[in-house]
DNA sequence: ATGAGACGTGAATCTTGTT
DNA sequence: TAACAAGATTCACGTCTCA
């Protein structure tokens, strides 16, 4: 591990000698004003001095030359991978296209457990991007190991799209205060699977930002040699005392990370986007005694009174709660369906994507 | 309809003209060979390094011109989405930023049935891209139906993770000989849940790459106004017969899901006007432990603190800001209400005079 | 000891209308 | 245009408190 900027550090690297590099860098993300819960509680920004930027220019020099520095020490045949959010990933990813990195794929680590768009004014951010690219375009003989995530996804491919927690709980280094150490720790599962997919037992991984070292404290258990930089010193210190603690796990452990799979929910809204119901369609109960109409937005209108399924079922019984599935029927061949069985047939749609 | 090149036909548009732009540009059209610049030429391929350098030069010339003409004749509250895959999404959005659209969200089309990578060289190419921005940073009256989204999404708020199924079946276009029209048709499901989260029934939703027309066919099913500029005359004429067939939904089955925000305003002192409290009424906190007597004047008064329900509820929590229209309680009946109830008694009685 | 419920928090470009 | 005031707004978990 180096302590110092990551450039200047990379360069006293030999040319060649590392396989893949995995990169965190700023997003940059541009935050104004300070931001409230409901509650009033206030959410604990990333306004730290390393992810300001004067400007888009600034940032994409930036990152121009870290990705210079990175390829000269990468293998010919080496890959790199970069997460970014949509502040920038696009910037990243243009800019190691003329760089003359291969594109391999872009995967989106899907986080079951995002931070809410309180203010309801956008879609819940819910994904980070990576990009996982060649050195070049003509690279033949990099490492994918195509048959382990098969085998560890239920021989079925391993989709570009990852189902993982973010980084919370005993996982998440706490300083003697009790504060986070680092804003934004990743997930070590996150790090698991990017390395079980493109690297060996053996070989050098870079990480040119190191912070507080979950890309070593991966390698090291899954016997990989790593390499970090790191500018800040307390990070620095934390990675070094965590990654010696790190015990390299068994092979019946790895597999356990990998097999998990979720359910797939289907919102209601669905079944109007799949056609298996039309807008203005009438749903009624089981006894045919209470109708409401199905509107493009996937909300319910009974009487005036609209909402989702679950919330008009319940006021259509005078209820608390109702569960809209098993509530609510459509007529199909003159003959009352539950909508949960249309449901089940999305779900056939939609086949098993974890 | 029109049928031409998209710049030129758009500049033919009257600028702030249009509420949404979807556009579906070509992915990579150095794969394709037919990669022309702005001024029509074509882009001819020398060797592989000049080839690489002369055609991402060539795609971003053009992605800047399109995106030009789309910011020119959207309205300044306008919000533009763009589809594409890690070979071109990363240049459309550095290039959206560079052109002052400011990104709201990026959104992941995860299919539910995508085609295998084959050769077992990457990871499944599982998703695509989406981009959603505004036309400018400081647009605040973009449209977006936070609450139809979620009511459609089961009373939790949409992520920005999205699972639809690929189009297939008899949504796919097919000509005569029963090959399909158009290489990357969309689903409708996929267009469905992009105009009903950022449009308005009756707004004007423009496609400059149309295709087969599926932005045409959703937006007619869902009162939306089109305008479509597609260059090739075949996909263009089943556009327009594919259109023609499509059903529009009715008026009420169109309606959104409206949330607060959007109820009339109604002043405090309105319920005391109104007769639903009374000058010297005790309101309290939900646990009754807080006490403030009300004013004649549509003011509150809590240990000699005056000021408006607002004010005086955050003075008595020591907290920044506070909604007093749910914080304070009346007792009826023995009861704690919250006046929040009352102000909707109040929305009813002007909703129905008399 | 156990369970129910309160509390805290995470890479966030997060309001709107009037004066 | 800047300042002020009204008032709308959250999901999944892990941990802690208290009965």
Same mark, same amino acid.
């Given at each position: ?28 993300? *541009? ?30 020099? /930036? ?53 809410? $768009? ?25 490492? /994918? ?13 391993? =989709? ?34 990017? %390395? ?27 016997? =990989? ?10 990070? &620095? ?6 990654? &010696? ?37 009438? %749903? ?32 259509? *019984?005078?209820?608390?709660?109702? $569960? ?31």
């Amino acid at each position: 591990m180096f302590v110092g900027d990551c450039v200047a550090e990379l360069s006293k690297l030999p040319a060649h000698s590392v396989d893949v590099v995995f990169a965190d860098p700023p997003y940059n993300l *541009q935050l104004e004003g300070t931001l409230h819960r409901p509650d009033q509680s206030l959410v604990d920004a990333v306004d730290d001095a390393w992810d300001q930027f004067a400007s888009f220019e600034a940032y994409d020099a /930036f990152t121009r030359a870290w990705l210079l520095a990175a390829r000269r020490v990468l293998k010919p045949d080496g890959t790199l991978w970069v997460i970014g959010s949509y502040h920038n990933i696009f910037r990243v990813g243009a800019i190691l296209q003329d760089l003359g990195y291969w594109i391999l794929n872009d995967v989106v680590w899907r986080k079951t457990n995002p931070m809410p $768009n309180f203010k309801g004014r956008r879609f819940q951010n819910a994904h980070e991007t990576l990009i996982w690219a060649a050195r070049d375009k003509d690279a033949r003989k990099y490492t /994918f190991n195509y048959d382990a995530l098969k085998a560890f996804n239920e021989d079925l491919q391993m =989709r570009s799209d990852w189902l993982i927690p973010i980084c919370t709980g005993g996982e998440r280094l706490k300083d003697d205060a009790g504060d986070k150490v680092h804003p934004t720790q990743k997930p070590e599962g996150l790090l698991h699977r990017v %390395l079980v997919s493109s690297t060996k037992p053996g070989d050098v991984v870079l990480d040119p930002f190191f912070g507080t070292g979950t890309t070593g404290a991966v390698a090291r258990r899954l016997g =990989r040699h790593f390499v970090g930089v790191e500018r800040d010193r307390t990070y &620095a210190a934390h990675a070094e005392a965590r990654i &010696a603690a790190v015990e390299p796990a068994s092979a019946e452990a790895l597999a356990l990370t990998l097999g998990k799979k979720a359910e797939p929910r289907i919102p209601f809204g669905s079944l109007i986007e799949g056609g298996l119901l039309a807008p203005g369609e009438t %749903l009624s109960d089981a006894k045919g005694t209470v109708a409401a109409v199905v509107r493009a937005d996937g909300s319910l209108d009974w009487n005036g009174i609209t909402g989702s399924i679950h919330r008009v079922g319940a006021a259509a *019984q005078s209820a608390e709660a109702c $569960n809209g599935w098993t509530f609510w029927h459509v007529f199909r061949e003159g003959r009352p369906v539950v909508i949960d069985d249309l449901r089940q047939a999305v779900r056939k749609m939609m086949g098993n994507p974890g």
